[in-house]
């Protein structure tokens, strides 16, 4: 079985759970071999564990090109010469920003073709590699092919189920030399943003999201409340964000966050339709509106027809 390379993502001593979703749909696709950066810092024996816990055949330790320097030029450097050394059947990279930023560097290097934000991938009869992508606003699914070189694939979050799938921890070290350009800009001071206490909204299994319809910033609280006693993130729509109510961060949809938790709940949120780009994938939907007639409606799997500034406080109590 060939390898598929996927890129680890851990933090605090942790795997984060979308390198865990990598390596479920690595696994059928071929033998997922872990590629992980030694940041510094990290407890790195408890990420090598859970990552063959989770189906990682292979695991190969990277030393980076140092904490001073830019990740993701070092991060592409190390990653297409694995690639070179035996050609995998992809390289797959979880969605966002770093993400984003390594796989085009490193489609570049590869002279590889490069698929972002893939939902699904697969082997056809032919043993062709076929990956599937949503398009305007998830109106369709597209279904792709990379056509030249070792295809680079970003995946978003929450696309599919991590798995535990026991393997045998095998660790393989290797030291690159990185190029001057791996070290040509650095890095003078980190600021960790200041700590919610919640879980960061691309990898939350709960999102509760606000809108329009909390009608001032102050009300986001009933939102933050309910999100709090769920375990969940906060999301906004983008009414609410240019409202200035919360932060964009925090936003869902088309020019926000795509999110796809095991449970989404919209609290006064009409559900316009780049609203439901960034959410629509979630496993299941609630809704909250005063408006029975609310586009939301058509998506949910439970809706609340009533005044949230009823129903959030007491469905909050209740949980
Ligand atoms: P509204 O559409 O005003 O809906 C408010 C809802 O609250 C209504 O359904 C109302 O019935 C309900 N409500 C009011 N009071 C109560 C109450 N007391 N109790 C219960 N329900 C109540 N939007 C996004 O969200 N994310 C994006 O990323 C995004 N990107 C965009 C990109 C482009 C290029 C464009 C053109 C638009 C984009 N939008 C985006 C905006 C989008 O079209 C909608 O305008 C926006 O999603 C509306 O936000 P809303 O649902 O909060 O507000």
Redesign the pocket.
């Known amino acids: 079985m060939t390898d598929v390379l996927v890129l680890a993502d851990h933090a605090d001593g942790a795997v984060r759970s979308s390198t865990l979703e990598l390596l479920a749909l690595a696994g059928g696709l071929g033998e997922p071999t872990a590629v992980v950066f030694l940041d510094g810092g990290d407890d790195i024996a408890a990420v090598l564990e859970e990552l063959a816990r989770h189906g990682a055949t292979a695991i190969r330790t990277v030393t980076t090109a140092g904490r001073r320097s830019h990740a993701a030029i070092g991060k592409a450097e190390a990653l297409a010469r694995i690639a070179l050394e035996a050609p995998p059947v992809a390289v797959l990279i979880g969605s966002g920003d770093d993400g984003t930023d390594i796989a085009a560097r490193l489609a570049v290097k590869l002279e590889s073709g490069l698929i972002t934000d893939a939902v699904g991938a697969r082997i056809d009869a032919d043993g062709q590699l076929l990956l599937t992508q949503q398009a305007l606003a998830a109106a369709y699914t597209v279904t792709s092919q990379v056509t030249r070189g070792i295809p680079v694939v970003t995946v978003k979050p929450g696309a599919v189920a991590a798995e535990p799938f026991p393997a045998e921890l095998r660790i393989d070290p290797l030291e690159p030399d990185y190029s001057a350009l791996a070290t040509a800009t650095t890095v003078l001071g980190r600021t960790p943003r200041e700590s919610t206490g919640r879980p960061d909204l691309g990898e939350a299994s709960v999102v509760v999201s606000g809108?329009?319809?909390l009608?001032a910033a102050e009300n986001f609280a009933l939102v933050e409340a309910l999100a709090d006693r769920l375990g969940g993130a906060v999301g906004a729509?983008?009414?609410?964000v240019d409202a200035g109510w919360y932060p964009h961060a925090h936003?869902?949809?088309?020019?926000?966050r795509a999110v796809s938790p095991e449970i989404y709940l919209a609290v006064?949120?009409?559900?316009?339709i780049?609203?439901r780009a960034?959410m629509q994938t979630s496993r299941t939907i609630v809704a909250?509106?005063?408006?029975p007639e609310?586009p939301i409606f058509d998506l949910v799997d439970y809706g609340v027809v009533g005044?949230?500034?009823t129903v959030l406080p007491v469905l909050t109590t209740l949980i």
Do not use: M, P, Y
């Open positions: 809108g329009r319809g009608g729509s983008r009414a609410a936003q869902v949809g088309q020019t926000g006064g949120i009409s559900g316009a780049q609203h960034g909250v509106n005063k408006d609310a005044d949230l500034f």
